[in-house]
């Protein structure tokens, strides 16, 4: 009975607040570390060549980071600790470990050595000084990436023993040490200068975050040591897993840096106002695709062998979408109607002006297109991962790749010509090629899940009437933004979203859709229970 009980989905709504939590503290610093970033870099060459430069040494640590040990390690370690084997969990947490650091480590010292050369594969449109210094910065950055990677071997213990807050504000530290190096030199106007600065503020953040989450993680796994034994058969199970998500993710990697190359032709910009735009299209996936499908995955994979499984997984998924879906509509229309001054609100200061808020938030507008079906592909990919199947992502992640390339080439590159448009407006066409492809990817996603483990009911009621509430919210808030001064971007943003945030909980609620309540009440629930409390102490005092 008690077993049965725990595969009830609510048991993770506290799990997934936690993520969330953390994501949104970190999302908050990831944020100001972007507009103090848009300040001193705005869209200027020294901002092109940060931005790419990022992107370069993040190859190891997506390669062989978070996403990649969510599907290969934790399904096999959280099922170890769920089944009480804790010596073998940890000999499994130890030789993954050791694996981690030997193949990381040859990565960021291959990395260093042969940036220039990467370089002119990932940004073949940069030249002259704005090529040397996107070379310097990579080789600056790239150590920090390898402490990421092992990072994320922190977070996949965590998770499994059901600690998720301080994996997930671990990047605060990230964030703030870049912060706190740019404003230490901010009299430097150097604009080459602070862009290293930042670099070297990346560094120190990746050895903070490390260094955060390793404490916990020894207690919960002792008497760490390098072991590359492959004795044992979770071992063995982790690496055929293993080896598929990371050629996944590699395709993934693969689409994004295509983007990279395409937007490094376009005009001076197009590199930085894709960043920008990825840092605000991030924040839903983060929140609400990312912090359910992490608390699910590990109960999910709980539960792998039992003779209810199927039935278990399907009533997980059919939850989560509501969840994710509840939220994530929403966010799609805000990006399409409120788009700048959601830009203005985040980034409008310094170099970063209206006119660069306007182009970002097309930037924007172009990757709402896939933000619904790239947030529930998450969801998707965790319940292949529960059921030890990472091919099948695999497949389906290709296919997306080939689309975006081909989409991102005709719609990035030859679309704005035939339409008479700046060359420039190029790059939202990348994000909606991007997006395009990501509604065929969740597609086949969804089909072969459902031949897996049977079909799964969502309500075209239901989604009726999220997209009724948020493009009657999304209107209203339009109106409001018509009306509010331009040249306050922070206030009229604050406004907008405020008045967002107050129409859209009441209005779903009012249409009887339960997540409406359960998210309300945890977010009211404190203050209206002591209205009671409250009134009675009045009539005293009166």
């Known amino acids: 009975m008690q077993q049965a009980e725990s595969s009830k989905p609510k048991s993770s709504f506290r799990n997934a607040s936690l993520v969330a939590a953390g994501i949104l503290l970190s999302r908050i610093a990831g944020l100001i570390r972007m507009r103090v970033l848009a300040h001193f870099l705005g869209d200027s060459d020294a901002g092109d060549a940060f931005y790419a430069a990022i992107k370069i040494p993040n190859f190891p640590q997506n390669l062989f ?79 920090g990436t390898g402490l990421l990677v092992l990072s994320a071997w922190c977070l996949g213990i965590l998770n499994s023993h059901g600690k998720f807050f301080l994996s997930y504000t671990a990047p605060v530290l990230w964030n703030f040490a870049i912060i706190g190096v740019l404003v230490a030199f901010r009299h430097d106007h150097d604009e080459n200068h602070l862009a290293n600065y930042a670099a070297w503020g990346l560094l120190l953040g990746s050895i903070l975050q490390f260094g955060v989450q390793f404490p916990t993680t020894m207690k919960l796994v ?6 590359f034994s492959m004795k044992l058969d979770s071992v063995r199970q982790i690496i055929r897993n293993f080896l598929p998500v990371v050629f996944g993710r590699g395709v993934v990697q693969m689409s994004a840096y295509i983007d990279n190359v395409l937007a490094s032709w376009l005009p001076s910009g197009a590199v930085a106002a894709l960043g920008y735009a990825q ?28 003779a209810d499984f199927f039935e278990t997984l399907r009533h997980r998924v059919e939850s989560a979408f509501r969840q994710i879906a509840f939220l994530v509509v929403p966010s799609m229309v805000g990006f399409l109607l409120l788009g700048d001054a959601i830009v203005g609100l985040l980034f409008q200061t310094g170099q970063f002006n209206e006119h660069t808020s306007v182009f970002v938030w097309g930037v924007l507008a172009g990757s709402a297109v896939g933000l619904l079906a790239s947030t529930l592909g998450r969801l998707y990919s965790s319940a292949f991962y529960s059921l030890r199947d990472t091919r099948t992502p695999l497949r389906f992640s290709i296919v997306r790749v080939i689309l975006t390339t081909i989409l991102g080439y005709v719609m990035g590159l030859q679309l704005p010509g035939w339409l008479g448009v700046s060359a420039e407006w190029g790059t939202a ?45 999304g209107a209203c808030c339009y109106g409001v933004k018509l009306v509010m001064p331009v040249h306050h971007p922070v206030i009229r943003g604050v406004v907008v979203l405020a008045v967002f945030g107050l129409l859209y909980f009441p209005i779903t609620a009012g249409l009887g859709i339960e997540e409406s309540g359960r998210w309300t009440s945890r977010l009211y629930g404190r203050t209206l229970g002591r209205a009671p409390r409250l009134s009675n102490w009045l009539k005293r005092r009166s």
């Open 65 to 143: 980071g978070e996403g990649v040990l969510s599907a290969s390690f934790i399904p096999v370690y959280a099922n170890l600790i769920a089944q009480g084997d804790k010596e073998q969990a940890r000999k499994v947490a130890n030789v993954i470990l050791s694996f981690l650091i030997m193949i990381v480590s040859f990565f960021v010292v291959t990395g260093i050595f042969v940036t220039p050369y990467l370089i002119d594969l990932i940004a073949p449109g940069f030249h002259g000084e704005k090529r040397e210094l996107t070379i310097q910065l990579v080789q600056i950055i790239f150590p």
């Open 279 to 306: 840092s605000i299209y991030m924040l839903p996936i983060s929140l609400f695709g990312m912090s359910i499908s992490a608390a699910e995955l590990p109960t999910m994979s709980q539960a792998y062998g039992r």
């Open 222 to 227: 002792p008497r760490i040591r390098l072991d």
């Open 429 to 473: 066409g990348l994000t909606a090629s991007a997006g395009i492809a990501g509604w065929v990817e969740f597609l086949l996603l969804r089909r072969a899940l459902t031949k897996k483990i049977g079909a799964m009911h969502i309500s075209f009621g239901f989604l009726a009437k999220l997209w009724s509430a948020s493009l009657v919210v």
